[in-house]
C-alpha cells in the first residue's frame, strides 16, 4: 500500500517539475508527513527510528550531489522525501539509477546540438521535456545552443528509473532493505 502512495507522490512531483521546474517546499512536506504517517500506521513507532536514520544517510548522500551541481535544492529534498517511503538503499538505487537516465538524455541531447541542423534543434526547442526554461528558448531563436547551458526537469529521469528498477524485482525491492 505504501508504493502506491509513493507513486502518486512521484507523478506529482514529476507532472510539478515539468510545468515549474521547481519542487515546492510544501509539495514535498505533504509527501513526509503524508509517508511518516502511514510508516506509523503500518508499523509502529518503532519504524520512526529506521525513517530518521534512511533521511539521515540519503541526505547525506544528496547534500554531496547538491553541493557538486549533480543534482538542484528541490530534488536533494524529494530523495529525502522518498526515504520516508523507501528505505535509504532503494532510494539511493532509485538515484543513481536517475543520474544514469539524466545522462542518457545529457548524451542524447549533446548529439542532436552538436550533429544536426539548426532547424530541427529550433524544432525540438517547443518539445515540452527541453523548452521549459527561458534561457533555452532564447538560445533556440537565436541559434547559440552550444554556448547555453541546458538545465533538464531532473524528474524527468526519475520516473522512468522508477519505472525500470520497480519493474525488475530482483533490482529493487520495495519493501524494506538492508539498510
Request: hydrophobic fraction near 55%; proline fraction near 2%; glycine fraction near 6%.
Amino acid at each position: 500500500m505504501l508504493h502506491y502512495f509513493f507513486f502518486i507522490f512521484m507523478i506529482v512531483s514529476f507532472l510539478w517539475d515539468l510545468k515549474t521546474r521547481k519542487l515546492p517546499n510544501q509539495l514535498c512536506f505533504i509527501g513526509a508527513v503524508t509517508g511518516i504517517y502511514l510508516q506509523f500506521i503500518m508499523h509502529g513507532l518503532y519504524e520512526i527510528i529506521f525513517l530518521i536514520y534512511h533521511m539521515f544517510l540519503v541526505a547525506a548522500v544528496s547534500l554531496v550531489l547538491y553541493v557538486m551541481g549533480g543534482i538542484g535544492g528541490g530534488d536533494l529534498k524529494w530523495f529525502v522525501v522518498s526515504s520516508v517511503y523507501l528505505c535509504a538503499f532503494d532510494t539511493l538505487k532509485l538515484m543513481m539509477c536517475s543520474i544514469v537516465i539524466a545522462a542518457i538524455y545529457g548524451l542524447i541531447w549533446f548529439y542532436i546540438t552538436r550533429n544536426l541542423n539548426l532547424k530541427w534543434t529550433r524544432l525540438l526547442a517547443f518539445f515540452h521535456l527541453f523548452h521549459s526554461s527561458k534561457s533555452f528558448r532564447r538560445a533556440a531563436v537565436s541559434g547559440s545552443l552550444k554556448q547555453s547551458k541546458i538545465r533538464i526537469p531532473f524528474m524527468t529521469a526519475v520516473l522512468p528509473a522508477w519505472l525500470i528498477l520497480y519493474s525488475q524485482p530482483q533490482f529493487f525491492n520495495i519493501w524494506r532493505g538492508i539498510l
